[in-house]
Structures are given as structure tokens and as C-alpha cells.
């Protein structure tokens, strides 16, 4: 029992266990409860608001974490620009899939910045479209081994959690080059390929610009 609600009780005169309990609860005919002082006691010190304002807030962060990782995989991305780029796919050609896939574990959110499409270990990944590798290899955060390739258009497509890496900057990719491997490595809790299409420099949700994803 906390030292001040025992002060509490102490201070009540003649009065047996139960009477006691009474009073403490409000169940008496004034309707007065001690343990209401307690609480307003408690309220009015501003250490213990200050707790509850840091807890709101490690709690809120924790909602945001959970909503980006409750999937198989998934690179929480940040993605807070509620003003996307409008993009025009009626002007691209020769767009295909990534990969042979069994389902989306995540799709595209503001918390999500791309798909995670569920494949087993070590199934072969292509470029969505042809372009120019601009980056390849382990990125030392969430992706894991990764991949981000220029296309035309001010398009870009990013490939994480590959198992292995199969090309290099500079190389040029067609819609049959293999990129590499899809696994787990990185932020993941299982084989995937995370796939982040960007235009413009801003991410942009991929069923807008990808084939058969959602």
C-alpha cells in the first residue's frame, strides 16, 4: 500500500477494518472518499504529469512502429508527405512484376513505403523496368542486401531484402536481367522482396505503376 494512502488510514480514529474500508471507498452517507483525496493528490503534482506525457508519447510511437512491422518483412519507411506526385503509367511501357510471389504480406501506407511480396528463399528477382543500376549491395539498415535502379521518366526502383546480389552500379538492366536473390536479410522477419518505386524523388505507392500488385 502506497505510504501516503497508509497515512491515511492511520489518521482514521476508533474506527474497525471495515468501517475503514468504507471511508476509503466513499461507500458512507456523506459520500466523501479518502481515496478521492488520494487521487487529486496524486493529479496535482506535476511530476506525475509529466510522466503521463512521456508515456502518451512512447505510446504513440509504439502504435506507429507495430502498424509498419505487424506483416511478414516490411522496412518501415517514414513516409509523412501527404501530397504525393501525380503519375501518369499510361505513359510507360514494358512494366512487369518483380518476382513470382504467393501473396502481399504489407502494402503501400504512410508508415510502409512500399510492398512486401512473400516468395521462399532464393527465388530470382527482375527490374520492374528497364534502367540503369544506381546502387547495389548491403545498405547497412532495414533493407538488407539491396538494389535501386534509374529508370526513364525520373522513375526509380529500390529491391531490398535480397538473399543475394547479382548486379552492380553502372550495369545496365533489361526486363530479363536478374537482379539477384529474394530472402530475409536486413529488417525482415521472413523471405520477401521489399519493393519502393519512387518518382521524382518522392515514393509513390507501386500498384499505381507495377502489374497484378495491390
Known amino acids: 500500500m502506497p505510504e501516503n494512502v497508509q497515512i491515511i488510514f492511520d489518521s482514521v480514529p476508533q474506527m474497525d477494518l471495515k468501517q475503514k474500508v468504507a471511508k476509503f471507498f466513499g461507500f458512507t452517507k456523506s459520500g ?4 478521492g483525496k488520494v487521487v487529486r493528490k496524486i493529479h496535482t503534482k506535476r511530476e506525475t504529469r509529466k510522466i503521463a506525457g512521456v508515456a502518451l508519447v512512447f505510446i504513440g510511437a509504439g502504435i506507429i512502429v507495430y502498424t509498419g512491422t505487424r506483416n511478414i518483412g516490411g522496412n518501415p519507411g517514414i513516409n509523412i508527405d501527404f501530397n504525393p506526385p501525380i503519375v501518369d503509367a499510361s505513359t510507360l511501357d514494358s512494366v512487369q512484376k518483380p518476382i513470382d510471389y504467393t501473396y502481399e504480406s504489407q502494402r503501400y501506407t504512410w508508415v510502409h513505403s512500399g510492398i512486401d511480396l512473400v516468395a521462399p528463399t532464393g527465388t530470382p528477382v527482375y527490374p520492374i523496368m528497364p534502367g540503369i543500376i544506381k546502387e547495389a549491395g548491403p545498405s547497412g539498415s532495414g533493407y538488407g542486401n539491396f538494389v ?5 521518366q525520373e522513375y526509380e526502383s529500390l529491391y531490398g531484402h535480397l538473399s ?3 548486379v552492380k552500379p553502372g550495369d545496365k538492366v533489361t526486363l ?9 536479410t536486413g529488417w525482415s522477419t521472413g523471405p520477401h522482396l521489399h519493393l519502393e518505386v519512387y518518382y521524382q524523388g518522392k515514393t509513390v505507392n507501386p500498384s499505381e505503376i507495377v502489374p497484378s500488385v495491390q
Not at 32 to 35: E, I
Not at 148 to 152: K, R
Not at 176 to 184: H, I
Open 32 to 35: 466523501a472518499s479518502l481515496l
Open 148 to 152: 535501386i535502379i534509374s529508370h526513364d
Open 164 to 166: 543475394e546480389v547479382e
Open 176 to 184: 530479363s536481367s536478374e537482379l539477384g536473390k529474394s530472402g530475409s
